[in-house]
């Protein structure tokens, strides 16, 4: 292994590249890696090429975010700073994992919590209109269940678009003794704990059936690119008449704030959408808060 061979006495770049592989023996994506990576270098760089791992201190990461923020002579958002302040926080916390420093300089940096705007959701009203402009499509001279299938499987579990994407037939059980159900899976090892059942309301079947029959799906449940799915979504909400532009997160946040609104236990609900306690917090603050303004 590369971080056998890493000491304090290391300097920044050597590490940082096994911190790079055992990311990726992790089963973090390509996307993650090359932003930690980035922003770790950019510390590096900062930091100078004769910094070793022992040598880094609390007051260095300080200074390094205090650049960032005011001297760098770059824009920085508090979304980018706080991201930057994490992979550094996280480089150090593996490093003290491996036994390769004592303390951890990054433990004690403070770090500001950035949440971004309210998300915007479908009211209940919005909630039926969208159904029946879906269910339209079922009834109407070419039958389509296609809409229906895709709009109140989205607004019954509140799955993200990926996991959607990635829901195969035989992760569907209708026959359930509890209710129809759906398995969410994950090819990744890093990412298991998100995986669940979720309860699929049983009017959603017939349609589901229709919707087989329609379009004989063979492998995966909506078998069609991300984009296409996305331009199902906004024709559904321009026959419904909504001004709003309706799509996954749309639904998904809509989902979660209705499972809030009906009282089910808070963290069923985190559980539900597969998220951390940490990611938790900030979502469980903006239902509350979309709840109390009545939406």
Request: charged share 25%; hydrophobic share 35%; net charge positive.
């Amino acid at each position: 292994m590369a971080d056998s061979f890493i000491t304090e006495n290391t300097v920044l770049s050597p590490a940082i590249n096994a911190w790079e592989m055992f990311l990726y023996d992790q089963g973090r994506s390509v996307n993650t890696v090359k932003a930690f990576l980035s922003d770790l270098r950019l510390f590096a760089s900062f930091m100078g090429p004769d910094k070793t791992l022992g040598s880094v201190t609390t007051s260095d990461i300080n200074n390094y975010l205090h650049w960032l923020e005011h001297d760098r002579g770059v824009s920085c958002s508090p979304k980018s700073l706080s991201r930057r302040a994490t992979s550094v926080k996280s480089f150090f916390r593996w490093l003290v994992k491996k036994a390769v420093i004592r303390t951890d300089p990054g433990e004690k940096v403070l770090q500001r919590s950035v949440f971004s705007p309210l998300p915007e959701v479908l009211t209940d009203t919005e909630i039926e209109a969208v159904l029946l402009a879906a269910d339209r499509s079922r009834r109407g001279p070419k039958p389509d269940a296609r809409p229906y299938t895709l709009l109140s499987f989205l607004l019954a579990t509140a799955v993200k678009k990926s996991e959607c994407l990635s829901v195969h037939l035989n992760h569907i059980d209708l026959d359930s003794s509890e209710a129809p159900l759906v398995f969410i899976r994950y090819a990744s090892p890093a990412n298991r704990y998100k995986e669940r059942k979720l309860s699929l309301p049983e009017d959603w079947i017939p349609a589901y059936e229709e919707y087989t029959r329609q379009y004989n799906p063979s492998d995966r449940l909506f078998p069609w690119s991300p984009r296409r799915l996305e331009y199902l979504l906004e024709d559904i909400g321009r026959q419904a008449g909504l001004s709003k532009h309706l799509s996954f997160d749309m639904c998904r946040w809509t989902g979660a704030l209705t499972d809030y609104k009906s009282g089910m236990e808070i963290d069923r609900i985190r559980q539900k959408l597969g998220i951390s306690k940490i990611q938790w917090r900030e979502i469980r603050l903006k239902l509350r808060q979309l709840n109390e303004e009545g939406v």
